[in-house]
């Protein structure tokens, strides 16, 4: 396989799964009441763009190595 061959996958998984959410957001703005509707859309507008963000975060979204136990009197 060439080295081209992981990264073009994860791309169209990457636009599959956009894709798919937004297809997702869709159905959801179509239930939206009319007097609500700009408002939602523009809240479902910034959902899609965290979300593209997020799939284009390349490794681990938190480093465990740095996460600790809180006090026992917490």
Excluded: C
């Excluded at 957001?25 to 009441?33: R, V």
């Excluded at 700009?38 to 938190?62: C, I, M, N, W």
Aim: aromatic residues 8%; charged residues 30%.
């Amino acid at each position: 396989m060439s080295q081209a061959g992981p990264s073009q996958f994860q791309e169209v998984i990457r636009q599959e799964l956009e894709y798919s959410m937004k297809v997702e957001l869709d159905k959801i703005l179509a239930t939206a009441p009319s007097n609500e509707l700009e408002h939602t859309k523009k809240d479902l507008e910034g959902f899609k763009k965290l979300f593209h963000r997020f799939l284009q975060e390349k490794g681990p979204s938190v480093d465990w190595g740095k996460i600790q136990r809180p006090p026992e009197d917490s």
